[in-house]
């Protein structure tokens, strides 16, 4: 178990510019989750998959971000035409989704800085 | 919508005291909640995991409750140590617009602990 893992751990782009995250879960993980997290504040929920498929997407995954999980493995998030307001942490977490209990385990996260 | 909220924002202690952090939400439905650590500019990490059937769990020092019909838990920490400053977040899996149970965080509790 080599955890969940996430990359870049720092990102500086300008605004305007695409950015795009990668995360790879847990290697039996079904379930991929993609917070969203400001300072001072409590992780935001964007999307998830279970396997390759997304569920759920929340509004504030405007149509400037777009996730992927091809194969139901890693996945990327990508922002395209970046703003200000993008700057914070980009968290991934996994589980193994049965119908029973769900534990999430999360990542280091991605920093975003947008100038 | 489900609400979290986290009480108190910031908690400031000396080692050795037993502390209590809580957590409230406003819909009773849910899956189940979980604690999680942060420590600055990193990912969170698990601590307990209750399931909306359970009353309570504990790991070491650590205590977390659940009382659905009032909407609330607490974490408690026994002997409270240095190393056990960081932020303490609570995430509670709602069911959320698509059908899924989604984990909602509180803004966290910000934790010092002082030698």
């Known amino acids: 178990d080599t955890g969940v893992s996430q990359n870049p751990r720092h990102k500086i782009t300008k605004r305007g510019q695409n950015v795009t995250f990668r995360c790879d879960p847990i290697?039996?993980?079904?379930?991929l989750y993609w917070y969203r997290q400001t300072l001072g504040q409590g992780p935001e929920f964007l999307t998830y998959?279970?396997?390759?498929?997304?569920?759920?997407k929340s509004r504030l995954l405007s149509d400037r971000f777009s996730a992927e999980r091809p194969k139901g493995s890693f996945s990327t998030l990508e922002i395209q035409r970046t703003e200000q307001g993008d700057s914070a942490m980009y968290l991934c977490?996994?589980?193994?989704?049965?119908?029973?209990?769900?534990?999430?385990?999360f990542g280091s996260g991605t920093q975003l800085s947008v100038l | 919508k489900q609400e979290v909220t986290q009480i108190p924002a910031a908690l400031s202690v000396p080692e050795g005291e037993n502390l209590v952090l809580n957590c409230s939400f406003t819909?009773?439905?849910?899956?189940?909640l979980q604690w999680f650590r942060q420590d600055p500019g990193k990912g969170l990490t698990s601590l307990l995991l209750?399931?909306?059937?359970?009353r309570e769990q504990t790991s070491g020092r650590l205590n977390a409750s659940l009382d659905k019909s009032s909407g609330r838990s607490t974490l408690y920490i026994a002997a409270s140590q240095p190393g056990d400053s960081a932020t303490y977040l609570c995430?509670?899996?709602?069911?959320?617009?698509?059908?899924?149970?989604?984990?909602?965080f509180g803004r966290g509790t910000s934790l010092i602990v002082h030698p």
């Open positions: 977490a996994s589980s193994l989704f049965t119908g029973d209990v769900e534990k999430l385990f």
């Open positions: 290697s039996e993980h079904n379930r």
């Open positions: 998959f279970q396997n390759e498929a997304q569920l759920e």
């Open positions: 819909d009773s439905a849910i899956y189940n």
């Open positions: 209750i399931q909306s059937s359970q």
């Open positions: 995430a509670v899996r709602v069911q959320g617009a698509g059908g899924s149970y989604i984990p909602t």
